[in-house]
């Protein structure tokens, strides 16, 4: 009995203590898709399709590199400046800058870029999706948490009635007016709402895990959500939410569509850029080279000598007949002399036509006119998805709507049907069993009032989302 009544207590106390900051749905909704993993996985494979467009771009202007190599060579080889054979070990070097440029490839590299600038974009439209998706998650656990805090309210407010009936119960037991069985009965229903409390709490405590792991929030995190009066939540009139034109204004602002979109024009570009990789291409290309000899040399200088090679015998006089020669001074060629001396350059076009590749390029071709037609029958399944889905959210909006007047009148009803009994049970004329079965309907229509107000609100969110007017509380 204490214990029930320091739980009444703990509950009365546990309903005006705010002891954190509390989120709200556009707090909530904005830190979805800002942080939520999915979000961020999409945006990074938005950033790669970006990427991939500016090198696309890039690849239209001329190719540049330039490469240095060095080695100890040996044997039967070749010198690398004079190109004939040599038998001598020597440190060899050599540079050369290469440059390219495509000329004409029948717009098979533009079609390319055009193809990457929409995929790109259709990438930014998936990470669109994405968030919205996260959105419309994190919405409808919000509301499951105002449920169930709603329900803790409920079910706080049905055992503080109990305990106030068992307090007056108790007194006339005690009198003699009323038998033991009636303050018994009302123990046993006691400890039935403070179950019934425990399970909303409990409800709570996992619907904001939940929520909470949707945010991509450490569950260790204190973390409470603000808690507006669902009766006054806006809602926009359903007749202004009709599904024909829901849909039509669906088409122009989901993100899902507009993805589709984008990825066909993008596939479209690919089958243009497959089609002309099957023609000739004309490129132009330069070079610039040299090469170093450790080993090589220059003449620095010529020393003359004159040797006598015979002699001749003119009118009986003998003459010495000589010839010039001479030894040649060498020296070895510097490495910025002999990169000057075997400077070379070479400049050309290269013609490139296809002519058999075992049938790559023209299976690329047919694979991305196939691909066109995937997207295109993947476009319409989603836009008659998206119609069913609008009509089925409208239909479920409508029943919603009358399921929550149906639940009014019944908490109505059930809460007139409290107040007689409980007039009739103080003055004895009704039964503790039959007192705490009229409260008990009280109750399941109170719950059930809850449950389709706030399923009639995400409902009608649903349909305001699709109408392109985002979502608010």
């Not at 090679?309 to 070895?332: C, E, H, L, M, R």
């Not at 107000?453 to 649903?462: P, Q, T, W």
């Amino acid at each position: 009995m204490r214990k029930l009544s320091t739980l009444a207590l703990a509950i009365s106390l546990s309903t005006t203590c705010m002891a954190q900051q509390k989120w709200n749905l556009k707090t909530i909704v904005d830190y979805a898709m800002a942080n939520n993993i999915n979000v961020k996985l999409s945006d990074v494979q938005a950033k790669i399709a970006s990427i991939n467009y500016k090198q696309s771009k890039l690849s239209q202007y001329p190719t540049a590199s330039f490469s240095g190599n060095t080695s100890i060579n040996s044997g039967n080889n070749q010198d690398p400046t004079t190109f004939s054979r040599i038998t001598q070990t020597y440190l060899s070097a050599g540079l050369q800058l290469q440059s390219s440029a495509d000329i004409f490839n029948f717009y098979s590299k533009r079609n390319t870029i055009a193809a990457n600038k929409w995929e790109a974009e259709a990438a930014l439209a998936a990470t669109d999706k994405a968030k919205n998706d996260i959105a419309l998650t994190a919405a409808n656990a919000y509301l499951q948490v105002l449920l169930s805090k709603e329900q803790e309210k409920i079910t706080a407010v049905q055992i503080q009635q109990t305990q106030a009936q068992l307090t007056n119960t108790r007194k006339q037991v005690n009198a003699g007016a009323l038998p033991e069985l009636s303050a018994s009965q009302l123990e046993a229903q006691l400890a039935l709402d403070s179950l019934n409390y425990i399970t909303a709490k409990g409800n709570t405590t996992n619907n904001l895990l939940l929520l909470q792991s949707y945010l991509s929030l450490d569950a260790a995190t204190s973390f409470d959500v603000d808690t507006p009066p669902v009766d006054q939540i806006p809602v926009e009139p359903i007749g202004n939410l009709l599904p024909d034109f829901v849909y039509d204004l669906a088409l122009k602002n989901l993100p899902q569509q507009r993805f589709n979109d984008l990825k066909l024009k993008a596939a479209e570009k690919n089958a243009a850029a497959a089609k002309a990789s099957m023609l000739p291409s004309l490129a132009a290309f330069v070079s610039l080279g040299s090469n170093y000899n450790n080993k090589s040399q220059v003449v620095t200088g010529f020393t003359p000598k004159i040797s006598p090679i015979g002699s001749v015998n003119v009118g009986g006089t003998d003459y010495i007949v000589t010839a010039p020669s001479g030894t040649a001074n060498f020296s070895k060629s510097s490495f910025a002399n002999q990169l000057s001396d075997n400077f070379r350059q070479g400049i050309g076009l290269s013609l490139t036509v296809p002519i058999f590749n075992g049938g790559q390029l023209k299976s690329n071709y047919e694979r991305s006119k196939l691909n066109i037609n995937i997207i295109q029958l993947q476009q319409q399944q989603d836009n008659l998805k998206l119609k069913q889905d609008i009509y089925t959210a409208y239909n479920a909006a409508l029943i919603a709507l009358e399921k929550l007047n149906a639940s009014k009148k019944s908490a109505a009803i059930n809460e007139l049907n409290l107040n007689y009994a409980t007039k009739r049970f103080n003055v004895g004329v009704l039964g503790t069993f039959d007192l705490i079965t009229t409260q008990n309907n009280l109750l399941r229509a109170k719950l059930e009032l809850a449950q389709n107000n706030i399923d009639y609100i995400f409902k009608m969110k649903v349909l305001e989302f699709y109408k392109g007017m985002g979502l608010k509380l």
